[in-house]
Each structure stands twice: as C-alpha cells, then as structure tokens.
C-alpha cells in the first residue's frame, strides 16, 4: 500500500518541511502502520532537538527507539515505499529514505523511479563499474547533500569529474576513503567553482591526505596542522574549508553527515 501521490508530491516539493511529513505519520496511524507513524513523529522531533544548543537526554532516548524501530520494521517500509528493488541499503531521516545506499549503474538507470518515490539527500555509492561519467554529469545529483564514494576505485580523473559537475552546488560533505586520489585530483577538486558548500572531505586510505592533523589531550583538539600538500593546495587556490573541519574534539570526526 504506498503512500498516497498527494502526500508524496508534498513532501517532494517541500522537502525541509515537518507539515507534509506529519500528515505521512498520520496516514500511516489511520492504515495499520502505526509503528512507521511514531517513527516519523520521533525523528522530527529528534531533528528539531538536534538544532538545539542543549536537547538534552530525550535526543538520546529519540536516537535510541527510532533506531530500533528502523531495525526491526525498515526492511518493510521499504517495501511499503517501493524503494526495495533499487537499494542495497538506506536510512530513514525525519520519517522518510534520505540516504540510498545502490552501485552508479543502478542510479544512473533508475535516478528518475528513485526520486519519484523519496526525497533523497544521501548518497553511498557502492561500485562505479564504469558509470563514473554519467554519474557525476547526471542532474539527479542536484540537492544531494552529502556523497560517500568509499572504496570505489574512484581515481584522480573521477574526482576531476565531481569537481567539474555542474550539479553539486548543495554538496557539503564527500568521503572519498580508500581510493586512489593523489594530488592531480586534488588540484582540480581545489580549483572546483561548483562546490561552494563542501565543508568535509574524508581523504583517509588516499595516496595523499592533505586535510588537517591533531594533536589532542583525552580527545580534546589542542593543535591543528596543515600537511605539506595541503598548504600547497591553500599557497595556489587560496582558504579551502574542507580541509578544516569545524570539530573540537576527535570523537567529532568525521564530522556529521545528516
């Protein structure tokens, strides 16, 4: 039984807003699925706390029961969403699949069915198996947020290619972890005009991490230092943000994606 298309338009075209979400949870409540309905209303309120300077002990007990719910009964919403035949694995975020976990050739093929159907922010791409190109000039990638490309053979030229994409401008934070980008890519990510919201790259595993270094007393960040590429990177290019994250403490990194 799927969501019905107005809610579902609702929430497409107005995807930071709670209304079209809740009125979700209360179709849910009104179609026997009153545990997709708590769900829903915990996130949200989750993500309101989350804006606060203190939510408090309630966040964690949010975090923990949505969680177990997710556990126990997301496999089925995502039946229920008809997302199942095209991911590999997800996340729920404020009541509804932000984050899709599927290889480039599954994107590049069916982007157009999987935005149709949830409003996804999130992406881990699994496998590039040759779909780099189209991947990364593909205009679905417009209003994704955040992008995890571990471990995917991504090379200097691929990283050339997101950072020549004209439709990352949202994009603010990119793992490209255990791969193998050396300081060609490096430069043209650097030189990227299209990536003015990046705050985070994850280099870890690369043949060169330019990103900052700590020194730190029980976790706590007492010295920050810039590597001899990165110091390259910023004497060419000028300040570049991703290779400070905004964190104080190590157990911060990497730094939140949702």
């Keep these: 039984m799927p969501t019905p298309q107005p809610i579902l338009r609702a929430i497409l075209a107005a995807p930071d807003d709670d209304?079209?979400?809740?009125?979700?949870?209360?179709?849910?409540?009104?179609?026997?699925?009153?545990?997709?309905?708590?769900?829903?209303?915990?996130?949200?309120?989750?993500?309101?706390?989350?804006?606060?300077?203190?939510?408090?002990?309630?966040?964690?007990?949010?975090?923990?029961?949505t969680a177990a719910l997710a556990r126990s009964d997301g496999d089925r919403w995502l039946r229920f969403d008809e997302l199942a035949p095209y991911l590999v694995g997800y996340r729920y975020i404020r009541g509804c699949v932000e984050l899709a976990r599927l290889d480039a050739g599954t994107f590049v093929a069916h982007a157009p069915e999987l935005f149709a159907l949830a409003p996804i922010r999130h992406l881990d791409i699994t496998a590039l198996g040759g779909f780099a190109a189209e991947l990364f000039t593909s205009p679905w990638l417009r209003g994704i947020r955040s992008l995890s490309l571990r471990s995917t053979g991504l090379d200097d030229d691929g990283l050339a290619a997101i950072a020549a994409s004209p439709h990352l401008?949202?994009?603010?934070?990119?793992?490209?972890?255990e791969n193998a980008v050396d300081m060609p890519g490096l430069e043209a990510l650097a030189g990227s005009r299209g990536l003015a919201q990046l705050a985070y790259v994850d280099f870890f595993g690369n043949p060169v991490d330019p990103a900052e270094q700590y020194t730190d007393d029980q976790g706590v960040i007492l010295e920050r230092r810039l590597p001899a590429q990165g110091q390259a990177l910023e004497a060419r290019h000028?300040?570049?943000?991703?290779?400070?994250?905004?964190?104080?403490?190590?157990?911060?990194?990497?730094?939140?994606?949702f």
């Design 19 to 65: 209304g079209p979400r809740l009125a979700l949870a209360d179709w849910c409540e009104q179609n026997g699925e009153s545990s997709r309905a708590r769900m829903i209303r915990m996130q949200l309120e989750l993500s309101a706390r989350a804006r606060l300077d203190n939510p408090g002990g309630r966040a964690y007990e949010l975090a923990t029961d």
């Design 169 to 177: 401008a949202e994009l603010e934070w990119l793992s490209l972890a």
């Design 238 to 257: 000028g300040p570049l943000r991703w290779l400070h994250p905004e964190v104080s403490l190590i157990i911060d990194l990497p730094p939140p994606r």
